[in-house]
């Protein structure tokens, strides 16, 4: 049975070790959430979940979970429903990024993108909706980029834009239960994920161009995702859906040319 604890407003975030994931959840959790983490590595989430508790008593817990994996999902699905009630939002987070050109991409490449930044998503969402559906109320939010408008990497692009194509046709079927559907596409932020595969001077040159491009002269921080994310989360949001929130100063009316 359910854990009768978990009474509140329940969030389950993936990706949750990365520093948009910290910051999601640690912002859901200010607004009263309790939380549900899921990562591939406890070390990346452990830190978090015990700032949570003891910020609030047994209102985190964190469920690894590779979401490559279709046995793995199946899996955390199952665990949470087992503990919990109610999940009243889902935030879509976890990502994977291959780097490489069209040139350089084998199949097993784009199956392992495909996997983790669009099955994943759609089929925790097809899981998760049972409870939104019974509770005639919640809410979806897709973490894309704003390369969805703009390019960039073959495979990511692709997985990117299929997320966005996911959150408005989930929006209208979901809209007659009450539940929201909405993307957020963060622009470049400096984190772990961003660069990952890269050196630091590379990386630095493609900030200085983001900041250059960007009409709000800075790059994108975890709290911008998180604030947008919690907005969304609450009430204030239940009349917006199908929505792609691009949260990157208006970074989305540049080119990618120079990334």
């Given at each position: ?18 520093e948009i994931g910290q910051a999601l959840c640690r ?54 429903q087992a503990k919990y009630n109610q999940v009243d ?82 929006a209208r079927e979901l809209a007659p239960y009450n ?81």
């Open positions: 049975m359910p854990n009768e604890m978990f009474s509140t407003r329940v969030a389950l975030v993936t990706g949750a070790g990365g912002r859901l959790h200010k607004d009263g959430f309790n939380i549900i983490a899921v990562d591939i590595s406890a070390k990346a989430a452990n830190q978090l979940i015990d700032d949570l508790n003891q910020a609030r008593k047994e209102s985190a817990q964190l469920i690894l979970a590779d979401l490559g994996s279709c046995n793995e999902i199946e899996a955390l699905i199952s665990e949470v939002v889902l935030v879509n987070n976890a990502a994977l990024n291959l780097r490489g050109s069209i040139f350089d991409f084998k199949a097993d490449d784009w199956d392992k993108m495909f996997a983790v930044n669009l099955r994943a998503p759609a089929l925790l969402s097809q899981k998760l909706s049972n409870y939104f559906i019974a509770q005639n109320s919640g809410r979806i939010i897709n973490i894309v980029s704003r390369c969805w408008v703009a390019g960039g990497p073959p495979a990511y692009v692709s997985c990117k834009a299929g997320l966005v194509g996911l959150t408005r046709s989930m539940v929201t559907v909405n993307a957020i596409a963060p622009g470049i932020l400096p984190s772990a994920f961003t660069l990952d595969g890269r050196d630091i001077e590379a990386f630095n040159k493609i900030a200085e161009n983001a900041i250059e491009d960007t009409p709000i002269k800075r790059l994108t921080t975890p709290e911008d995702v998180a604030n947008t994310a919690a907005f969304l989360a609450s009430n204030d949001s239940s009349f917006i859906t199908a929505e792609v929130i691009h949260v990157c100063g208006g970074g989305q009316l540049a080119p990618f040319g120079r990334r």
